[in-house]
């Protein structure tokens, strides 16, 4: 499993220290230095069953100055993607990906029910 987050994020933690408790080995990928791609996001949300939405990262300072709540209405799914593969700080974190599924912020109930 590849478990991609952004260091200073607390939520982030509160992830890892979920996993390293319930023993569940991954691999994990800096969403800064290492942004994800529009054709990953677009593998990831397939394979997520989610909304695209649900990839933004809407408490985000950068969201926030770019003002997106309003501009991603007007915006076709291949722009917000394009978009979303700018800059990981746009993207919401973590991101739990395993070979079937991809788990998207941190739920304890969700990764608890997916991964037990």
Do not use: H
Request: hydrophobic share 35%; proline share 3%; charged share 35%.
């Amino acid at each position: 499993m590849t478990f991609i987050e952004y260091a200073k994020c607390s939520t982030c933690k509160k992830a890892k220290n979920w996993l390293d408790e319930n023993g569940i080995s991954y691999e994990t990928r800096p969403i800064r230095e290492e942004n994800p791609t529009a054709e990953e996001l677009k593998e990831w949300q397939k394979k997520s069953k989610l909304p695209l939405k649900r990839f933004f990262n809407t408490s985000g300072n950068l969201y926030k100055e770019l003002k997106l709540k309003d501009k991603l209405k007007e915006m076709s799914e291949e722009e917000q993607f394009e978009l979303l593969a700018t800059d990981g700080m746009l993207v919401k974190r973590p991101l739990l990906i395993s070979e079937t599924s991809v788990l998207v912020g941190f739920k304890e109930t969700e990764w608890e029910e997916l991964l037990r």
